[in-house]
Antibody
Framework: QVQLVQSGAEVKKPGSSVKVSCKASGGTFSSYAISWVRQAPGQGLEWMGR????????NYAQKFQGRVTITADKSTSTTYMELSSLRSEDTAVYYCARMFKLGGWYYFDYWGQGTLVTVSS | QSALTQPASVSGSPGQSITISCTGTSSDVGYYNYVSWYQQHPGKAPKLMIYDVSNRPSGVSNRFSGSKSGNTASLTISGLQAEDEADYYCSSYTSSSTWVFGGGTKLTVL
């Protein structure tokens, strides 16, 4: 059974950065990709980007280009999402999600428990 | 990449059927048959309900079904049950090699 366990809640000042981790267990870490999805309070889901750990390559939503960095440490089966230049609008629950091939393409089949990031002065 | 368009809310009585629409563009929903649907209960992580437009993962009730026509995908829930009350999100792969979600639909079981 795949489990994704994320780091705890964070409170950050505007202009600072946050780094959230997502540790995977079960399955073979290098055989799938991990995406990061955020959800602002009372709002919908927003895809931020993904990484393919076996390749070490990442791609990002245009909205977050230049401000988000997703990395992976294969030795610990952990993925990281770092968001910089934080502003109040970045207050959200951040989820990591496994991307697994089902049928024709890749879908988010397992999710972490979410990490609340609050940006406040 | 703009979010896919979903109705903000739908409602139905137990036993009835409801349909949630998800409208995108020829660069996402209309480009590939890689549409999925997620159910999210309050305070919980989303759960995959439909993939490849109309396929159900193992363990998902056959009361959930999906379809697509052009740039619009749909999720139908038949035989509504109280436990179906949740938020539902569609998602699509895009021609830019990214993923996009819909704005979400709140389902109320009356």
């Amino acid at each position: 059974q795949v489990q994704l366990v994320q780091s705890g809640a964070e409170v950050k000042k505007p202009g600072s950065s946050v780094k959230v981790s997502c540790k995977a267990s079960g399955g073979t870490f290098s055989s799938y990709a991990i995406s990061w999805v955020r959800q602002a309070p009372g709002q919908g889901l927003e895809w931020m980007g993904r990484i393919v750990p076996i390749l070490g390559t990442a791609n990002y939503a245009q909205k977050f280009q230049g401000r988000v960095t997703i990395t992976a440490d294969k030795s610990t089966s952990t993925t990281y999402m770092e968001l910089s230049s934080l502003r109040s609008e970045d207050t959200a629950v951040y989820y990591c999600a496994r991307m697994f091939k089902l049928g024709g393409w890749y879908y988010f089949d397992y999710w972490g428990q979410g990490t609340l990031v609050t940006v406040s002065s | 990449q703009s979010a896919l368009t979903q109705p903000a809310s739908v409602s139905g009585s137990p036993g009835q059927s409801i349909t949630i629409s998800c409208t995108g563009t020829s660069s996402d929903v209309g480009y590939y048959n890689y549409v999925s649907w997620y159910q999210q209960h309050p305070g919980k992580a989303p759960k995959l309900m439909i993939y490849d437009v109309s396929n159900r993962p193992s363990g998902v009730s056959n009361r959930f079904s999906g379809s697509k026509s052009g740039n619009t995908a749909s999720l139908t829930i038949s035989g509504l049950q109280a436990e179906d009350e949740a938020d539902y999100y569609c998602s699509s792969y895009t021609s830019s090699s990214t993923w996009v979600f819909g704005g979400g639909t709140k389902l109320t079981v009356l």
